[in-house]
């Protein structure tokens, strides 16, 4: 059998004493994960239990030391399963302890299509597409944290959902609802945990779009201004970081490709964006998801590479060389 987790992060994580609590999670992860990606279910045993098991106890012990929920933030590129694997989470915990998890997208919080527009007008034409640094919601993402963390026993809390067919926040009536306490938050998005560039390196374009659209880099520096401002007091409260290292860009182009059909499915809206229009869209990310690729494995408390077909290939653990599987 295929051994993925390291040593040093066993299974047991929640220690001896809590055995049938960790026995409780594998008879329901099998159950409840069913409908993950079929390349994902090869992989329960060897890598999404042990998983579950560790950031649980990670979970457990930050809410016995704090007496509040743990942030726990989840990077990766577009496609790359960031939404699948929090859902998954929050049903197998569901099922297994009764937590309450609240799972948030950072794309939830994008500025709503007539800010962008707006924003378009008063700082650059680019930032009218959603995606970027500085076309969220920040201070909302910072209050709706507090919130969570403090939400009492019984109180309902709603908080934005966004539409990506019609580019815009969803009506209230669609909105997501947690009732407190929170046992857990997962925060997820593919510039979660990102840190700013050097101006150096911001100088020359790197594809197509910087090149005719941004020439003079007051878009792509703007955003970096706000990377290195706001959301650097959003990404400090993050507890514990991990990542989904995709393989690279053609992996994101590929698996936006197919994200974008499933959301035109489930979404009530029509228009999705054909494959040109996605190899654009694409172009906003490239520069973020590239030094995230390179920089963020160095400070990530967890990493977890995916392979060209979806699959987890190797696990990096708190700064450790990479842990190959070993047959």
Same mark, same amino acid.
């Given at each position: ?5 390291? %040593? ?11 055995? &049938? ?5 594998? /008879? ?8 993950? &990606? ?7 045993? %060897? ?13 457990? !012990? ?18 790359? +399963? ?34 962008? /527009? $707006? ?14 640094? =500085? ?14 963390? %403090? ?8 908080? &934005? %959902? ?54 003079? +880099?007051?878009? !792509? ?6 990377? !290195? ?7 400090? $409260? ?9 393989? =690279? ?25 054909? &494959? ?9 990310? $490239?520069? #973020? ?8 494995? +160095? ?6 590479? #995916? ?8 696990? !990096? ?9 070993? $047959?």
């Amino acid at each position: 059998m295929t051994t993925l987790w390291p %040593s040093n992060l066993t299974a047991d994580a929640l220690s001896s004493s809590q055995q &049938p609590v960790i026995q409780q999670l594998s /008879q329901v992860a099998d159950q409840v994960w069913k409908t993950m &990606p079929q390349a994902w279910q090869q992989q329960i045993q %060897s890598c999404w239990l042990p998983l579950a098991s560790h950031l649980a106890a990670l979970a457990t !012990r930050y809410q016995e030391q704090h007496q509040k929920p743990a942030i726990l933030g989840i990077h990766g590129g577009q496609g790359s +399963g960031k939404s699948t694997l929090c859902n998954a989470l929050a049903e197998v915990y569901k099922v297994a302890f009764n937590w309450k998890v609240a799972v948030i997208s950072i794309d939830d919080l994008y500025l709503t299509k007539a800010q962008r /527009q $707006q924003l378009a007008l008063d700082v650059h034409p680019l930032l009218t597409t959603r995606g970027v640094p =500085g076309t969220h919601d920040v201070q909302a993402g910072l209050t709706l944290f507090e919130q969570l963390r %403090s939400l009492n026993n019984q109180k309902l809390l709603s908080f &934005p %959902s966004f539409d990506k067919i019609a580019d815009d926040r969803s009506s209230t009536d669609q909105w997501h609802s947690i009732t407190g306490p929170v046992d857990l938050i997962l925060f997820e998005g593919w510039c979660v945990g990102c840190k700013a560039g050097t101006v150096a390196e911001l100088q020359q374009a790197i594809n197509t779009l910087e090149q005719t659209e941004d020439p003079d +880099g007051q878009w !792509r520096h703007w955003v970096n201004q706000q990377l !290195r401002e706001a959301y650097q007091d959003w990404f400090a $409260q993050i507890d514990y970081l991990l990542m989904l290292k995709v393989p =690279g860009m053609g992996a994101v182009q590929q698996w936006r490709t197919q994200q974008e059909a499933d959301n035109e499915k489930a979404s009530k809206s029509q228009g999705g964006m054909n &494959p040109a229009q996605i190899q654009r869209f694409i172009q906003h990310y $490239q520069r #973020l998801t590239e030094r995230a690729l390179n920089d963020m494995p +160095g400070y990530a408390d967890l990493v977890l590479e #995916l392979n060209e077909q979806h699959q987890v290939a190797a696990i !990096r653990y708190a700064k450790d060389t990479s842990l190959q599987a070993e $047959q």
